[in-house]
């Protein structure tokens, strides 16, 4: 069990916005950047943001990350059936991850 | 393109050794940090162990200190794990990844490293 907590799956239609909430502490989240990362099917994760709230080049800003106190937050809008996916936070002192959150696009 | 390979994963009892490799191009191999993550289906990602660019300073996650060592070889490009008394919890996909901007910015394919008891 991940120090770092998101829920286990979310859902929502095409075209809708979604979040994805990383729950952690003033140990890990508080005093630490987060990452993001988006995991597809078969496949090795890839960097969605890192610092909080960066996008490295070629992720489209459909896809957003934020951090407030010891939480932190990716967003995902205009979803589209690509982005059904395993999204994993995680923070950069221990490099902890959070458990993952399996997006589906209805 | 910057791209990480693995390879030499495999099939090993319990108690036994692996060395996975991990060769890179596209990128200053000898100008990054490089860490090794894996992946269980029960306990998603975990950190593993990160080597410094010039190989100087090594870190590791408690559960492998003591049994696994990280190793760079910048002349050839290549970063290397070396597993020594394996047990079945370290049975995982493990990926070589590069760090940068307090992430791992690039992640390889992945290699399979099956522990049987």
């Known amino acids: 069990q991940s120090v770092l907590t998101q829920p286990p799956s979310v859902s929502a239609a095409p075209g809708q916005k979604v979040t994805i909430s990383c729950s952690g502490s003033?140990?890990?989240?508080?005093?630490?950047?987060v990452s993001w990362y988006q995991q597809l099917p078969g496949t090795a994760p890839k960097l969605l943001i890192y610092e909080n709230d960066k996008r490295p080049s070629g992720i489209p800003d459909r896809f957003s990350g934020s951090k407030s106190g010891t939480s932190a937050t990716l967003g995902i809008t205009g979803l589209q059936t690509g982005d059904e996916a395993d999204y994993y936070c995680?923070?950069?002192?221990?490099?902890?991850f959070g458990g993952g959150t399996k997006l589906t696009v209805l | 393109e910057v791209q990480l390979v693995e390879s030499g994963g495999g099939l090993v009892q319990s108690g036994g050794s692996l060395r996975l490799s991990c060769a890179a191009s596209?990128?200053?191999?000898?100008?990054?940090?490089m860490s090794w993550v894996r992946q269980t289906p029960g306990k998603g990602l975990e950190w593993v162990a990160t080597?410094?660019?010039?190989?100087?300073?090594?870190y590791y996650v408690d559960s492998v200190e003591g049994r696994f060592t990280i190793s760079r070889d910048n002349a050839k490009n290549l970063l290397y794990l070396q597993m020594h008394s394996l047990r079945a919890e370290d049975t995982a996909v493990h990926y070589c990844?590069?760090?940068?901007?307090?992430?791992?910015?690039?992640w390889g394919q992945g290699t399979l490293v099956t522990v049987s008891s």
């Open positions: 003033s140990s890990n989240i508080g005093n630490n950047y």
């Open positions: 990844a590069r760090e940068w901007g307090s992430s791992f910015d690039c």
């Open positions: 596209g990128f200053t191999f000898s100008h990054f940090w």
């Open positions: 080597i410094k660019p010039d190989g100087s300073e090594k």
């Open positions: 995680a923070t950069w002192d221990r490099k902890v």
